[in-house]
């Protein structure tokens, strides 16, 4: 009220002839237009003597923050606040103050705004006499706030760090908050790790500033467990619930207790300790007034009744419904609860089998929370609805699915079994479009999950009608690197257009430079030189995003962007496959056991479906683990002969000779040549004995079947064999230590067999990467470090020591452009990195398909240097006498498996390298070409003498 006096009486009292005037200033303001430098000059004449300048432009600016949007307007206010703090210090941080409450009252809905105001209030700082080194670190601490919430992660973790590197004094609470703040960031970046480790410490900070913050710690704690119950990490959850209840109750907080309780016996019910839930429930719906506290009371009965249903007890689910349904007319004010009410209605009468009623209360769901009927959801323009609409519509979706799903495994009416499918089919369409309007695939990795929990959702239907297998085998590619896909075809379609468009140099030009300093920052000690380059990142990325913005708009002129995520047909597939070929494409539920794999020939499809036994992850990492010692060789082969039980329930010569595999989850990081396929054999036989798959087939794999036509689709442009062989006599740090003997050997091996070879020097990353897009064959010996928890900093090592530019980082590597017709990866785990759902290993690998290679050769494991040699040596030679790769390579195991003696008999010597994507032979490096014309030339020069003597004689 005060401060509306003090404007009325600016705008009467101290009123200037002309258009500067306080008064036509604020109607300008009022208006949106801006309002010119010289205007507030005029203003405030004399270099503003007056006593009351300060308090007139703060008012000034506090009405523009509340009225205007004008851009210009606020950057002549801010000029003209410099040109006066500069003759004015003492004023200094009296408006620097002014600036950060302008920052905290927009910062929730307007972070791009509230960041601008932060900024210059450190800006103006510098003036005054006395440095409040406080309200600075509590600035910076904002923007990292407000970056966050822009989306702008790196930026914010940069200046969150920042006020502890550059020991910024900030009360403790705020230091929880920054914490706090970093937490959420590296959720967002997906390094739980950091993420879990961050909240932690501001949970810590903020009970060590007092017992009123202990709320916002236990809140914290809440949020970790939260992060883990949705990611389906109950026993995580859990134990972080435990610490916020144990807060609650050090500091009596009754009320908040009861909430997280709540939420714990959800946990328990989710870790199917059911009887434990419903007795806490049982506790707690005895110790609230449900007259006092309704909503509270009826949420504890919803979740007695969830716990009741998911433990099959409907006897006493059905008498909780009936007490919610008599509750339900006291809860006037909360329409979610009567939609989670109708929710556990619709769960119990699918569970009792009344199909109808629970298709009823979904369609009653579906009214309510969106206006919408059934028909209408599956006809409708999703892209006009928000995201939490197509959310909602997405729930109903699913539930009706397993609704009709579960009526036709009673009664096998194929009107369910369609009306399943369609659900299915359209929400796998707005799962695309959500993909879509993110146009960077990087971001729709994540999404890959959501879309692997809906197909396997649609695979327990296919289970129940294993002849439909053709229907639903396009679910089944949508759950494998559709990011990928996408990713790649994307960048084709930039590419085609990049003549026309200018700001393509210049966003590879930024990728570039961007790389360059992310690499350095990784090695520089000099704190004020991080600073200096952090915020040389921060500036670029900001330009970067405006540049990848100009190209999107561009980009979405092209219908070709549409179809990006469209997955090749069963007829595609098919009709690119030949007569001796099999594709076996495996899909692992998560939520159970069931293995799915579709088996395409030439002219069928079939789906099988088996189920895991206990012991398959722990068998699969016997097949897998050779970093300890070899397991007993006994130990091993029972272990190998559950797993291809698993994996390969048919027989043998109902596939194809040629197999491609296209794998899933764990099994990216099995080499499929290993499996036994035949149990007959004699309890004694060698482990060179053994009956392996690769003696009955030739393997090779595919991170799709769409991507495996897109790969082989590729126009391989390069010349030569590009070779690059790394001894790392004087070992690397990290876990890359063991100095290489084979590696020259190796490459010395491959230019005997190929001729004309094209060597980098090992400590040449540089010149590697210039050759390496114009080459035809590219092969790299050395040493490869995979960091199972940032991909992106996994990289291929071009010396032994630790200078990073001698470092080829997966980052880097998805900006290259290569159209190399074959790239080996000759290094240890090559092919490992973290298993994202739906979309595999995030490798080396992906990163080199991603820029463009026709196929791959990579490892699996970490390899041995001297075998590796040999099996490359045979490997060359075969393709240079015009075999296909996936059989050169085979040819090149089986060679060394038969020579080999003792310990090097094991599969961890020979079966680590596999070979993914187009597997015809090198173009132009068949023998038999030559031979043809040698014989040709021949066959001429014979009758050339012929024709001479005929003419002689004659």
């Known amino acids: 009220m005060i401060r509306f006096f003090v404007f ?15 008064g036509s200033i604020t109607q300008v303001i009022d208006s949106g237009h801006p309002v010119s430098k010289s205007c507030l000059e005029l203003l405030l004449p004399d270099n503003h ?18 009225k205007s949007r004008s851009e210009s307007t606020r950057n002549n206010f801010l000029d003209f606040a410099e040109q006066f703090l500069s003759a004015h210090s003492k004023s200094s941080n009296k408006f620097s103050r002014f600036l950060y409450d302008l920052g905290l009252k927009v910062l929730r809905n307007e972070p791009k705004i509230a960041k601008q105001h932060f900024l210059h209030a450190i800006k103006f700082y510098r003036y005054a006499d006395i440095l409040d080194s406080v309200q600075i670190g509590k600035a910076l601490l904002n923007i990292g706030v407000c970056e966050q919430k822009i989306g702008e992660i790196d930026s914010a973790v940069y200046y969150l760090q920042k006020v502890q590197h550059d020991s910024w004094p900030i009360p403790v609470k705020n230091d929880g908050f920054r914490l ?13 790790t950091l993420s879990t480790k961050y909240f932690n410490l501001s949970a810590t900070r903020l009970l060590e500033s007092g017992s009123d913050s202990s709320y916002i710690a236990k809140k ?71 007259s006092k506290n309704p909503i509270l009371y009826f949420r504890i009965q919803l979740n007695l009744t969830s716990s009741h249903l998911d433990k099959a007890d409907l006897a006493n689910a059905h008498k909780m419904l009936i007490k919610q349904d008599e509750f339900l007319p006291r809860i006037t004010s909360s329409e979610l609860i009567k939609q989670h009410s109708i929710i556990n209605w619709g769960q119990y009468y699918r569970q009792i089998n009344a199909f109808e009623k629970a298709i009823d209360l979904q369609k009653q769901y579906l009214l309510d929370c969106c206006d919408l009927t059934i028909a209408h959801a599956l006809n409708t323009d999703y892209q006009s609805f928000s995201l939490s609409k197509l959310d909602q519509i997405i729930t109903v979706l699913r539930r009706l699915a397993v609704i009709h799903r579960d009526r036709y495994e009673k009664n096998k009416n194929e009107g369910d079994f369609t009306k399943a499918y369609r659900y299915h089919s359209k929400i796998i369409d707005i799962l695309d479009f959500y993909k879509l309007e993110q146009l960077d695939p990087k971001s729709a990795i994540d999404l890959g999950a959501i879309t692997a929990d809906l197909v396997e959702e649609a695979l327990t239907l296919a289970a129940e009608n294993l002849e439909q297998a053709a229907l639903y085998y396009p679910f089944l590619e949508k759950a494998k690197s559709s990011a990928l896909l996408a990713g790649i075809k994307s960048s084709n379609i930039f590419r085609s257009i990049q003549e026309a468009n200018p700001y393509f140099k210049k966003l590879d030009s930024l990728k570039e430079t961007i790389i360059r300093l992310e690499n350095n920052l990784m090695t520089e000690q000099i704190d004020s030189i991080k600073t200096a380059i952090n915020e040389e990142i921060i500036e670029l990325n900001q330009e970067l995003y405006s540049t990848q913005r100009r190209i999107n708009d561009l980009a979405f002129q092209d219908e070709k962007l549409g179809n990006i995520y469209d997955n090749v047909s069963l007829p595609e597939l098919q009709s690119a496959i030949d007569n001796n070929t099999t594709v076996l494409s495996y899909f692992l539920a998560d939520e159970t056991t069931d293995v799915y794999i579709f088996k395409i020939d030439k002219s069928s499809i079939e789906l099988l479906h088996t189920k895991r036994p206990a012991a398959f992850s722990a068998d699969m990492e016997i097949l897998t683990d050779f970093n300890s010692s070899f397991t007993e060789a006994s130990e091993w082969i029972a272990a190998n002969k559950r797993v291809s039980a698993t994996l390969l329930p048919i027989e043998l010569e109902k596939i194809g000779a040629k197999v491609i595999i296209i794998p899933d989850g764990v099994l990216n990081t099995l080499p499929f040549d290993i499996l036994i396929a035949d149990t007959t054999f004699s309890p004694t036989t060698s482990l060179r004995s053994l009956p392996y798959l690769i003696k009955d087939k030739t393997i090779s794999y595919s991170f799709s079947a769409s991507l495996l036509l897109e790969m082989q689709q590729k126009n391989s442009q390069g010349k030569g064999l590009l070779t690059m062989a790394q001894r790392h006599d004087t070992g690397l740090n990290q876990s890359s ?15 005997n067999t190929w001729g004309h070879v094209l060597h980098i020097s090992s400590n040449n990353k540089k010149e590697f990467l210039q050759q390496a897009e114009a080459a035809q064959l590219v092969h790299f010996a050395g040493h490869a470090y995979v960091d199972d928890e940032d991909s992106e900093s996994s990289y291929l090592a071009f010396s032994s020591g630790d200078d990073i530019d001698d470092k080829l980082f997966l980052r880097e590597v998805y900006n290259m452009r290569t159209t190399a017709d074959m790239i080996v990866l000759s290094a240890c785990q090559t092919g490992r990195g973290k298993i994202k759902q739906g979309e595999g290993a995030m490798s080396l690998t992906r990163a080199f398909a991603f820029a463009g290679a026709k196929s791959l050769v990579y490892s699996l494991w970490d390899v041995n240097d001297a075998s590796t040699r040999k099996i490359m040596d045979r490997f060359y030679q075969e393709l240079k006498s015009g075999a296909q790769k996936d059989v050169a390579l085979r040819t090149s195991k089986l060679a060394y498996l038969e020579s080999a003696i003792g310990r090097t008999q094991h599969p961890a010597y020979w079966a680590g390298f596999v070979a993914m994507g187009d597997m015809s032979s090198i173009p132009g490096k068949s023998k038999l070409p030559w031979i043809v014309i040698f014989l ?3 066959a001429l020069a014979i009758g050339l003498v012929a024709r001479r003597k005929y003419k002689l004689r004659t």
């Open 180 to 192: 706090q703040a970093l937490g959420r960031a590296y959720a967002i970046k997906g390094n739980m």
């Open 220 to 290: 914290i704690l809440t949020d970790i467990a939260l992060y883990y119950f949705n990611n389906e990490m109950y026993h995580e959850a859990k134990h972080y619930l435990t610490s916020a209840l144990d807060i609650l109750s050090q500091h009596n907080q009754t009320y908040q207790a009861i909430d997280e309780k709540i939420n714990y016996a959800n946990t328990l019910r989710r870790l199917k300790e059911y009887d434990e839930s419903i007795e806490l429930l049982n506790d707690l719906l005895s110790t609230v007034d449900s």
């Open 936 to 938: 040709g030339m021949v």
């Open 8 to 22: 009325v009486f600016l705008l009467y009292s101290i009123q200037l002839s002309g258009q500067c005037s306080w």
């Open 737 to 751: 230590s063991t100095p290489l003997a084979h590696t020259t050997k190796e490459v010395d091996g491959i230019k």
């Open 49 to 66: 003597k007056n006593s009351n300048a300060t308090d007139s432009l703060l008012i000034l600016l506090g009405h523009y923050s509340e």
